[in-house]
């Protein structure tokens, strides 16, 4: 059985460490949950559902594109996002708060799996939630307000 050891690939590379203490936690978080994790439990997934390696390559995803949208506005010298509604509020709290992901919802193409070997995804993580640290970083630092 192929085990993985969740800390030592997230910082194979030696990836910067974020500053934000929440993405630390993050990064923490994953490299906690995957430790001994098999290459069978990465893969494996019911009829019609994500894997975990899925999963983790959908957040990895996620991350450079937060990563990208950041740069641009931080070159565009202005925020892209409009201000929450109560409808957004509300959603991010039964997401973020109560864990409940309401059946239904596809993710957006871009950040839909692709098919990358989960031990390749696993090894970028920290990397890519560091990248993604620091740009947000240096919007703030630009703009004044995240």
Request: overall charge positive; hydrophobic content about 40%.
């Amino acid at each position: 059985m192929n085990r993985v050891a969740g800390f030592l690939i997230l910082n194979e590379r030696k990836a910067p460490t974020p500053v934000n203490s929440s993405l630390q936690q993050l990064a923490n978080l994953i490299a906690y949950e995957l430790a001994g994790i098999s290459a069978q439990e990465l893969a494996w997934h019911p009829e019609g559902k994500w894997s975990i390696g899925h999963i983790l390559e959908h957040l990895s995803l996620t991350y450079s594109g937060t990563r990208i949208v950041f740069g641009r506005c931080r070159q565009a010298g202005k925020p892209s996002a409009r201000a929450a509604t109560p409808k957004d509020r509300l959603r991010a709290f039964l997401v973020t708060r109560l864990g409940y992901l309401p059946g239904g919802q596809e993710a957006p193409a871009e950040t839909r799996p692709k098919g990358l070997a989960p031990l390749r995804v696993i090894s970028a993580l920290a990397r890519k939630i560091a990248a993604m640290d620091e740009s947000i970083r240096a919007c703030d630092s630009t703009l004044g307000v995240m």
